[in-house]
Structures are given as C-alpha cells and as structure tokens.
C-alpha cells in the first residue's frame, strides 16, 4: 500500500523558513514525480510545486522565488523548503503522487 507522511509544518513568522518533508514507502520512488499542494481555510486545494524523475520542477507563481522542491531518492524522501513565509502562505500542506495524498501538514505564519 501506497504511504506519505509529511513532517516539518508548524508556527513561525513572516520572513521565517521551514523545511518539510514527505516520506513514501510503498512505491518505486525514484520513477515517480511528487507534488506539494496546500489548502488555506475556506479555500480550494492549490497546487504548490511539483518534481518530476529526472529532476525537473514547477512551481506556482505566488511561491516562485521562496519555495524550492528537492528530493532524495536514497531516503525515499520530497522536500519543500520555504523561504521568506508570508501570512498568505498559510495553510495545510499536502505531497501527492498520482491518487496518494499524505495526510497533510499545517504551516501557520504570524505577522
């Protein structure tokens, strides 16, 4: 079965950084491309970043520039590292590969 479990959201201020993390087991890592989404109160689920198995990456406009997706394909392991958090950026953050979600991390910056 299919497993993503993410880790690194909590509280921090504007400017701040945070790092997380998703874990996956149950599936041929290094062939598949990962995705972050993120869901703020009260709206939709919002594409963030994706990865794809040879490296490539895209992100969306409002993260472009303070968000940067890596993964590490010995550690089964996708990152998302967050620079320079806006209140805006608030929200709880989920990894995706194909129709596997993980059960989401939340990521809350104060002004």
């Known amino acids: 079965q299919v497993q993503l479990v993410e880790t690194g959201g909590g509280l921090v201020q504007a400017g701040g950084s945070l790092r997380l993390s998703c874990v996956a087991s149950?599936?041929?890592?290094?062939?598949?491309?990962f995705a972050w989404y993120r869901q703020a109160p009260g709206k939709s689920r919002e594409f963030v970043a994706s990865?794809?198995?040879?490296?490539?990456?895209s992100y969306n406009d409002p993260v472009k520039g303070r968000f940067t997706i890596s993964r590490d394909n010995a550690k089964n392991t996708v990152y998302l590292q967050m620079n320079s958090l806006k209140t805006e950026d608030t929200a709880v953050y989920y990894c995706q590969q194909g129709a596997t979600w993980g059960q989401g991390t939340q990521v809350t910056v104060s002004s």
């Open positions: 990865i794809g198995s040879r490296g490539s990456r």
């Open positions: 149950g599936i041929p890592f290094s062939i598949n491309a």
